[in-house]
């Protein structure tokens, strides 16, 4: 009985090992909120509406992603990046084996941070964004939190708030302020 019980776990740990992509073995580690949104110039809430461009040889590829809202750098993103009368726009790097948090599929809804692809990249990827870090969940808490690293970097940037004060209000908040001003507790 006890060798059977073996076998089965045995045999549950292989098919668990193989079904699991290699990322998901590796521990990978991820950058703070606030160096991720310093590091894209493009922070962009989006679905993801088509997978495109596959690589075979570095296993990225490519999506076209309907945007629904700028969090940072709209003004960035011109019209030779803009697609389907401007409301989508292409981004690339998704599987780069650098990302921790990088796969998706048809129809996630996402927070993306992402830059201008470098002109001196292949024709294709010229007019894309390109992924800088990983991915985010559309969570009300993780849209609160991003859009507070915006706002701290554009204060910071004004010089209305000093530099130490951003991580403390970038990272594990505990407590922000409401528009009238009130200190609001936050879940």
Not at 93 to 111: K, L, S, Y
Not at 143 to 166: D, F, H, K, T
Not at 169 to 180: E, I
Request: glycine share 8%.
């Amino acid at each position: 009985m006890m060798r059977g019980i073996l076998r089965v776990l045995g045999w549950t740990l292989v098919a668990g090992l193989a079904l699991c992509p290699w990322d998901c073995r590796a521990n990978c580690p991820e950058k703070k909120l606030e160096e991720r949104e310093e590091e894209a110039n493009i922070v962009l809430t989006g679905t993801v509406e088509e997978i495109l461009n596959m690589d075979p040889v570095h296993n990225t590829y490519s999506c076209k992603v309907r945007v629904w809202r700028y969090l940072k750098g709209k003004t960035m993103v011109n019209g030779e990046i803009l697609l389907d009368g401007g409301n989508k726009v292409m981004i690339g790097g998704f599987g780069d084996p650098d990302i921790c948090d990088n796969q998706v599929a048809t129809g996630d809804t996402r927070i993306f941070f992402v830059n201008l692809a470098q002109k001196h990249m292949r024709p294709v990827q010229e007019y894309e964004l390109m992924l800088n870090s990983s991915l985010m969940r559309i969570t009300l808490r993780n849209l609160e939190e991003v859009e507070l690293c915006v706002e701290v970097q554009i204060a910071l940037s004004n010089e209305r708030i000093p530099g130490g004060i951003r991580e403390q209000r970038c990272q594990n908040q505990t407590t922000k302020t409401s528009v009238n001003g009130e200190k609001v507790e936050k879940a």
